[in-house]
């Protein structure tokens, strides 16, 4: 096992720069995950700390040993990529223990390792199986399987999951985590998802155009997101941005005055100026029963006017119009327009909470739960 440090990582393709200024150190042990949108980078960096590309300057150590010029296969770490390459001549476990068996180990000990992988991973009843007799999931398991052997210092993993279907990819992703917090592997996992973000890491990097937006652990992330892209990157549905005008006593949201909590009149805003307001989806409570809303379960509907985050003197009004109405069992989600404007808010509300396409409600936004953006950078300014 070992910790693995970047330090003012940049890759160069020709005049495109796809990584710039990577920076950070992973503790041994610890399990990352670097989330960002397609094209930011992602692959470009765990492909760096694997080996299979160069950077163009900066320093990466594994395991404090300086490894820019050291090859591949003598960096001690395993990589699995999205497309798992099994060999289809041979059994799962012949696969599993290729890597062991191309170092020469002695035959006891691979049987002895792979049967303990395989066990690890359900895997222990195929054995004997060819990949192609094998479901997607039990073949990227394989995959795993093999790196997993290899027992070494860094697993790097590139959108393992991504050629699952939804069911099999929580079963692996909760295996994986399982896995982890057996074997305590330093792992390094790409993916643009960011509930597997959320779910798997100790620590998510935050990734956009090739730069870091924000490092730290998931909740921190979900709560206290650097900017904008940070902001609505990670959350389902995503954290609602509504532009605004700052004026003198409130943000004027399309013509609907928002007033404002007392922490935002001391940022010093400038009057007549844009901002982008943020709430998250759960931040966002039915004022009152909208006028011909059905209650589908239970007697009382659960308008939020009882949340325990409601404090009196920091909610503000806006009326929207429903749009789509969609149950999700648990609970329901609503998007609602701005009268007037293009803008469309996710609302989630209780699952007895079915307004209709057209009504017209009015909302409470629980400001304490308000961000402040710079239109401009994207910055956050409260
Ligand atoms: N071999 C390459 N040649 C030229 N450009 C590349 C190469 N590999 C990656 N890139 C570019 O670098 C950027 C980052 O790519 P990548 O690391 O694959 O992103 P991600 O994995 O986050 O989707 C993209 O703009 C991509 O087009
Ligand atoms: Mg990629």
Known sequence: MANVRLEEIK??????????????????????????????????????????????????????????????????????????????????????????????????????RVMNVARSLSLDHLLDRKPKQLSGGQQQRVALGRAIAREPQVFLLDEPLSNLDAQLRDDTRAELKQLHQELGITTIYVTHDQVEAMTLADKIVVLNRGRIQQIGDPQTIYASPNNQMVATFLGSPPMNILPAIYENNGFDVSGQLLTIPAVVKKLQ???????????????????????????????????????????????????????????????????????????????????????????????????????????KTGDRIL
């Open 269 to 375: 805003l400038r009057h007549g100026h844009s901002y982008d307001l943020g709430i998250r989806p759960e931040h966002i409570f039915i004022n009152e029963p909208p006028s011909g809303f059905t209650v589908a379960y239970g007697e009382k509907p659960s308008y939020s006017a009882d949340s325990p985050s409601r404090q009196e003197g920091n909610e503000s009004q806006l009326i929207v119009e429903v749009k789509v109405v969609e149950p999700l069992g648990r609970e329901t989600l609503i998007r609602a327009g701005l009268p007037g404007s293009a803008v469309v808010l996710n609302i989630q509300v209780g699952a007895d909470v079915r307004p209709r396409p057209g009504d017209r409600l009015s909302l409470q936004l629980d400001l304490n739960h308000l961000f402040v953006f710079d239109p």
């Open 11 to 112: 890759r160069r393709f020709n005049n495109v720069t796809a990584i710039e200024d990577i920076t950070f150190e992973i503790p041994d042990g610890e399990f990352w995950v670097l989330v960002g949108p397609s094209g930011c980078g992602k692959s470009t960096i765990l492909r760096t700390i694997a080996g299979l590309e160069t950077a163009t300057s900066g320093k990466l150590y594994i395991g404090d040993r300086l490894v820019n010029n050291i090859p591949a296969r003598q960096r001690d770490v395993a990589m699995v990529f999205q497309n798992y390459a099994l060999y289809p001549h041979m059994s799962v476990a012949e696969n599993i223990g290729f890597g062991l068996q191309m170092r020469k180990v002695d035959r006891k000990i691979i049987q002895e």
